[in-house]
């Protein structure tokens, strides 16, 4: 008898439509030509680990493939890319070899994670303690290195790629700041100059930010 993952027909991403982390994969999705389909995980404070796809860290997205589970966001992308047809020129963590754009791919995903964390302090209902007032300084920190160094990082990528994990991580954080309102990017004007021109991807409109129903 058939598991339940060896009866998906297609690859299934469990996650938000509002959240960063799924939005990457998202991307990655439209631009390798994967259709899916999206499990919505209704409740962010839940502690049961199916909700979240398997992932025991309690963590959106997950990927269910007949393959099996795979959690994170880059895990997801990874294993999208090799399910597609499709062989994009995609710029992965691994070959940021400078210090530059190692460095930007950390903070990006750092402050997304911190992000996070400060969004769900508030859904938690929490008052700002010494911890928040450190992940929202170090997340101030982060966007100013971003945006101080994001002309040196772009220009650093290589130029025969057709898509780069780093790019689609800014994107979606910058973005995200000013949909769930935790930051204003306005201040970040070359910051904002790259996420608007990456928006005039199709994979960029065909996902925008929303909250699910």
């Not at 294993?79 to 020129?89: A, C, D, G, N, V």
């Not at 290195?145 to 790629?161: F, I, Y």
């Not at 057709?162 to 070359?190: G, I, K, M, N, W």
């Not at 100059?193 to 909250?211: K, V």
Request: proline content about 5%.
């Amino acid at each position: 008898m058939p598991t339940v993952l060896e009866e998906i027909a297609r690859p299934v991403i469990v996650g938000r439509s509002s959240s960063h982390f799924t939005r990457i994969t998202r991307i990655f999705a439209a631009e390798l030509g994967i259709d899916y389909d999206l499990r919505v995980v209704r409740d962010l404070m839940s502690s049961n680990a199916e909700d979240y796809g398997g992932n025991p860290a309690l963590r959106i997205p997950s990927l269910q493939t007949s393959r099996g589970v795979w959690f994170g966001a880059l895990n997801v992308c990874r294993e999208l890319y090799r399910q597609s047809s499709r062989k994009p020129r995609v710029v992965w963590p691994e070959d940021l070899d400078v210090p530059v754009l190692a460095n930007a791919q950390e903070l990006a995903t750092q402050a997304m994670a911190t992000e996070v964390s400060l969004v769900m302090a508030k859904v938690g209902g929490g008052t700002e303690g010494p911890h928040q007032a450190k992940m929202r300084t170090a997340l101030l920190n982060m966007m100013a290195w971003l945006e101080q160094n994001v002309g040196t990082v772009l220009a650093a990528l290589p130029a025969q790629r057709d898509l780069s994990f780093l790019e689609v991580t800014l994107f979606c954080l910058v973005t995200h700041l000013e949909f769930r309102e935790v930051l204003p990017t306005a201040q970040y004007a070359e910051l904002t100059r790259f996420c608007q021109q990456f928006a005039t991807r199709a994979s960029a409109s065909a996902t925008a930010f929303r909250f699910d129903p």
